[in-house]
T-cell receptor
Framework: GNSVTQMEGPVTLSEEAFLTINCTYT??????LFWYVQYPGEGLQLLLK?????DKGSNKGFEATYRKETTSFHLEKGSVQVSDSAVYFC?????????????FGKGTKLSVIP | DAGVIQSPRHEVTEMGQEVTLRCKPI?????LFWYRQTMMRGLELLIY????????DSGMPEDRFSAKMPNASFSTLKIQPSEPRDSAVYFC?????????????FGQGTRLTVV
């Protein structure tokens, strides 16, 4: 079956530090990959996505590249801000499995301190 | 658009009582999902509807849980009878279409506490 593995948190960084959150996946087909973000007390919001190998998704200074050879989709940001403090979820959807549901990782909590 | 609307935002109930969670998806979206979020298990998909028809309910934990989507603008998730281990945040999400690259839009969730 499909699965997503994220690095465990929590991650605490100082403002303007470089961020990497690792994500690897297992899928039966050829999935699309996503990063969602959850701010305190809110639902998940799509941060970025990539639908095929070597695609780079980007938004709000965050980037992630779809690496088929390493089955990875690591999230990066060059300079984090306090407002980036949230929980980040890596996810995949694999229509080849016959269902268009999203499979999520367990989430990584990021805290950015001034 | 107001986004996915869930009600209530918070629910506290006693063990054994019936609980009904409600969801209004974004107009025009034809897929609807119910998720449960806990610290221990993370996000779990409970059930998925497409065009108001349940497609995959394999994530529904047991017969105490049931979900309906009587029309394109409304869905309910019911727990009867409720138990303390059902305490969690329940999210509803909708999507404009199926396919490999869809984005799911989430509501703000219902925080359920069963005492």
């Amino acid at each position: 079956g499909n699965s997503v593995t994220q690095m465990e948190g929590p991650v605490t960084l100082s403002e303007e530090a470089f961020l990497t959150i690792n994500c690897t996946y297992t899928a039966t087909g050829y999935p699309s990959l996503f990063w969602y973000v959850q701010y305190p007390g809110e639902g998940l919001q799509l941060l970025l996505k990539a639908t095929k190998a070597d695609d780079k998704g980007s938004n709000k200074g965050f980037e992630a590249t779809y690496r088929k050879e390493t089955t990875s989709f690591h999230l990066e940001k060059g300079s984090v801000q306090v407002s980036d403090s949230a929980v980040y979820f890596c996810a995949l959807s694999d229509g080849g499995a016959g269902s268009y549901q999203l499979t999520f990782g367990k989430g990584t909590k990021l805290s950015v301190i001034p | 658009d107001a986004g996915v609307i869930q009600s209530p935002r918070h629910e506290v109930t006693e063990m054994g009582q019936e609980v009904t969670l409600r969801c209004k998806p974004i107009s025009g979206h034809n897929s609807l999902f119910w998720y449960r979020q806990t610290m221990m298990r993370g996000l779990e998909l409970l059930i998925y509807f497409n065009n108001n028809v349940p497609i995959d309910d394999s994530g529904m934990p047991e017969d105490r849980f049931s979900a309906k989507m009587p029309n394109a603008s409304f869905s309910t998730l019911k727990i009867q009878p409720s138990e303390p281990r059902d305490s969690a945040v329940y999210f509803c999400a909708s999507s404009p279409r199926g396919g490999l690259d869809y984005e799911a839009f989430f509501g703000q969730g219902t925080r359920l506490t069963v005492v």
